[in-house]
């Protein structure tokens, strides 16, 4: 009896000890408030002077990818890091195969590294992150030198549970190893990506380190899906509810609304917006949809990143610091969860104000509003109906 009420209490201690590291890791989370809209910043490589950060009336609280973990107080830093795939340059793929080539994985020809993402300079090396020895030695050659020149938080790119990279295998020797099918949504590959992320945090979190990951998971089983993002102390979103420089609409609204849902009330979530064109060009229309869709969706640890997308080249334009007068809108801590209207179209009350979303493609609806008279994000005054465009959005303030 005694050795029993010893060894639950030992399992007690292990799980408060858990707890608290965890807490203590994610701790400046508590700092973003739940009113306005707090900002997040992708890259910041054109970013002159970081003091721009804390000078408008919505601040930035999180660096996706920062160059230094130094920034002005109130800001989280996170250092970059692909999240299969070797972050040093000067190890290219030559220097696997000469030093660890039973590392390197390919897609199902054998002969193809599985890099994902192909840049100016060429790709950065396909590691197999299975293996025990990947996991430790990417820890001590990269993630804990950043730790130790400053860095509380981590953040990993790429974590794509579809396994876009089409990984397949790797070699023992002159030995073909097979570890995945290469297909969508393979279930061995997601295990073994789930498995990689929650190694970090196991080893990061008695650091006092938090974890943010760029997670593709729309297609993938929920239970995987949530083990994933419940791994991460911070979901960095990139479809957001405009991609491409186009916004969501129906099914995929949909998917990305049933994500948040799942999500934003108790994590840690920063969404990337990428608008058409720049983020100073872009249609007032659109600013409006994006920061409506933030508000009507956020949790209290929730974010908002605004980037540029070139149309033309198919590119969105990370790195510089954009604000739009639009995003000074505070309309207060919101009083309810995102509800239905009869219009189809969605809304959620605010302390000084409402949101509404109409996340159709096609139809245009007419929403009834609450007594009193509204202000509209360009000054207008609406009172008893409002409009909504097709994928239009509405951020209104009590008069």
Known sequence: MKKNIICCLSVILIALSASA?????TAWLSQIPYDGVPLAQAFDSRVPDPAVYRQHANKVYYIWGARSPQQPDGV??????????????????????EHHPDWIMYQEDRVTPAYGFIYSWGGATPLDISNPEVR?????????????????MVAMDNVSLSNMPKCVGHYSGTKWVPLYS???????????????????RDRLHPLDVSIAANIKATTAPKEIRLRMLNAVDVWGDETGFSHGGKNLTDASWEREFSSLMEITPSKGYF?????????????????????????LCRGPKSMLS?????MSNKKAMYQQFNYRPEMDVNIGKPLEDPRKDSSDAWMRAYQKGMVLVNPS??????VKLPKGKWKTLNGDTVSGTVVLQPASGAVLTKK
């Not at 890091?81 to 190890?91: A, L, Q, Y």
């Not at 969508?184 to 190694?199: G, H, T, Y």
């Not at 605004?306 to 070139?310: E, P």
């Open 271 to 295: 969404g990337v917006n990428q608008v058409n064109g720049t983020v100073e060009e872009a249609p007032h229309e659109q600013i409006e949809w994006v920061i409506a869709n933030f508000l």
């Open 306 to 310: 605004v980037a540029g997308f070139d």
């Open 21 to 25: 590291q965890s807490d203590s890791a």
């Open 182 to 200: 290469g297909k969508r949504d393979d279930p061995a590959f997601q295990k073994d990506l789930v498995s990689w992320i929650e190694f970090l």
């Open 136 to 152: 430790e030695y990417y820890m001590n050659e990269f993630i804990l030198p950043a730790i130790k020149a400053g860095y509380k």
């Open 361 to 366: 493609s096609k139809d245009t609806v007419t």
């Open 76 to 97: 989280m830093a996170s250092k970059y890091f692909p999240s299969m795939r070797n972050p040093d340059r000067k190890r290219t793929i030559d220097w696997y195969k």
